[in-house]
């Protein structure tokens, strides 16, 4: 026995390393401020009424919305829409929404609907969020587009989406408008950026006609929503759409949120590969010539949808443990490039998702039938939006940096309330896989304080515990499990104490620091 620690302690101690972090203690010019709902949701449409329940919430989707509220003082945003909102019509007939079911497939298990016909309970169903969601839509028949403007309004006009505290905050026409290519009456060759904004216009002004968006302080438009990233004046782009004038009318005059599509990778990425630091920064500081045009006319940019792999993630990649990593150092990175809200792509049964609201008889992986039905769950992505709900807080004025760490397996940041640091996040980006029979790799990590003295001796801690980069199940966010049947934590919260001259930061681990 006695021989067994000896040995262990002596491989902790070679793959031991040390690292010092500078961490300024008042909060540096320019420090963006982060929303709390800076981790928000995009919903495949064709599921809507799945996530919100119809006659009744969603009770497991309303607690771990609750989760995140509990931590910022707001639950996430939901944006409506995706793939199926192209393929959406409204019937007043219909009581909530009917699908035609595309053919499952082992890669695509629970694939978008081949078209949605909504009625007004549709939209009227946002009543069962917890406050604070918007909502948008699109569809390219204007007769539709009417129609579907119109029931929003009724939902979010009624006394029953008061009450529930649930506003409507953008309306988006056209999803991923720069990808129709040569479909439903499309020809790539004369659909330019040009003709894009020509039908927005017109469009958005019949939306606008039926008072769903107003210039008031009510709903705005959100788009364009490309999938592509193109910087040119005569492309699909922020500087595309600002050249082609989309602004300069009453209705492009409410565009006030520019939304941009974008995946780190597709299909047959390793986790390995996501994961890595640079490729993190790469993925987003890409996007920063057209933030820069955006932010020069006042608005706002967002990713609308995102998240890691497109067409509902890569298995053992986008659902696993390490994918955690990932999703914390992303949604964090992402406002340091000017990026002020990220809206994470869910479908139902989707791969990446970080909530499953409701039980899959379907195995989200391969498609197979399931003889035991999968309930309600979250998936590791998840946890880094508990991670990033408690790094920000409920202020609503919480700044962050990124730390300047030299290792290009650790990234950090620093959050600030009233210019004052009270919290910093570090992320272990090497990956450790249960079985690989290596033992897990640990940092030990020096904090030093940039412009004064800063804490001495002993600040507390919380870790996000990953069992291992490819677990499905089992992490423990400060000593809680959010893999309960009813979404709530279970457990107490554990706050470990640490010297601020040596703070373990494990392989596939983040830790929050509070000062
Ligand atoms: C790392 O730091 C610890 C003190 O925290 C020290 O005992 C150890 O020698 C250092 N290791 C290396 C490799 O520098
Ligand atoms: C859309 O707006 C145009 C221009 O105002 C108008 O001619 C047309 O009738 C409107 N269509 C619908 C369905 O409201
Ligand atoms: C457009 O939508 C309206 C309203 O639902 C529907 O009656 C009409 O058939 C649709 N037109 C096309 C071309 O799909
Ligand atoms: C697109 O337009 C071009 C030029 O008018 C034409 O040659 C081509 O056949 C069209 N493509 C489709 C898919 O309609
Ligand atoms: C984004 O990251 C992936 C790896 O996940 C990498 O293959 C790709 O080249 C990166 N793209 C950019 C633009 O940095
Ligand atoms: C799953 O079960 C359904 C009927 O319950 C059947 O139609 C389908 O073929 C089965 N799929 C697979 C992949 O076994």
């Not at 909102?85 to 219909?94: G, H």
């Not at 272990?428 to 940092?443: E, T």
Request: hydrophobic share 40%.
């Amino acid at each position: 026995m006695l021989l067994i620690l000896a040995v262990l302690s002596v491989l902790s101690a070679v793959h031991a390393q040390n690292l010092t972090v500078s961490v300024p203690l008042s909060s540096p010019s320019g420090a963006p401020t982060l929303s709390g709902t800076l981790f928000s949701l995009s919903i495949e449409q064709d599921g809507w009424t799945d996530w919100a329940g119809t006659h009744a919430p969603n009770t497991y989707l309303v607690n771990v919305l609750d989760n995140l509220k509990q931590r910022t003082g707001q639950p996430p945003w939901f944006r409506i829409g995706a793939d199926s909102e192209d393929r959406t019509n409204f019937n007043p007939a219909v009581e909530f929404s009917q699908t035609v079911s595309s053919v499952p497939s082992v890669a695509t298990p629970y694939p978008e609907a081949a078209a949605v016909v909504v009625g007004d309970g549709f939209y009227q169903v946002a009543e069962h969020l917890p406050t604070g969601p918007g909502v948008n839509l699109r569809s390219k028949n204007v007769t539709a587009v009417v129609l579907e403007a119109a029931a929003i309004k009724k939902a979010f006009d009624s006394e029953a989406m008061k009450a529930a505290g649930v506003t409507l905050k953008f309306v988006e026409v056209g999803n991923e408008p720069d990808d129709y290519g040569n479909d439903a009456g499309y020809n790539s060759s004369t659909w330019n950026v040009e003709a894009f904004v020509a039908q927005w216009t017109a469009f958005a002004g019949n939306v606008s006609d039926t008072g769903v968006v107003n210039a008031g302080s009510g709903p705005k438009f959100f788009g364009p929503s490309f999938a592509g990233i193109s910087h040119t004046a005569t492309s699909f782009s922020a500087l595309g759409v600002f050249t082609q004038g989309i602004l300069n009318t009453p209705q492009g005059s409410l565009l006030r949120t520019f939304s941009q599509h974008h995946y780190q990778c597709g299909a047959g990425e390793i986790l390995t590969d996501i994961v890595v630091k640079a490729n993190i920064r790469s993925n987003l500081t890409q996007l920063a010539p057209d933030i820069a045009v955006v932010q020069s006319h006042g608005m706002d940019y967002v990713l609308g949808e995102t998240n890691s792999c497109f067409s509902h993630g890569v298995p053992g990649t986008s659902n696993v443990g390490g994918i955690a990593i990932w999703t914390l150092d992303y949604l964090l990175f992402a406002p340091q490039v000017g990026i002020s809200r990220a809206f994470f792509h869910q479908g139902i049964g989707y791969k990446y998702n970080a909530i499953q609201p409701v039980t899959l008889t379907r195995s989200p992986i391969d498609g197979s039938n399931l003889t035991t039905p999968l309930p309600p769950h979250v998936q590791p992505a998840y946890h880094a939006a508990l991670v990033a709900a408690e790094a920000i807080g409920s202020s609503g004025t919480t700044t962050s940096v990124e730390l300047d760490i030299d290792d290009n397996t650790v990234s950090g940041y620093a959050f600030y309330d009233q210019g004052v640091l009270k919290r910093a996040v570090l992320i272990n980006h090497n990956m450790f896989f249960a079985d690989s029979g290596v033992p897990r790799g640990v940092k030990n990590i020096a904090v030093d304080f940039i412009g004064g003295k800063g804490p001495k001796g002993e600040i507390g801690v919380k870790r996000l515990f990953i069992p291992s980069a490819d677990a499905t199940t089992g992490l423990l966010w400060a000593g809680q499990s959010f893999d309960g049947a009813d979404g709530k934590p279970s457990g107490k919260v554990v706050v470990d104490s640490t010297s601020v001259n040596s703070v373990a930061l494990h392989d596939t681990e983040i830790i929050l620091l509070l000062f």
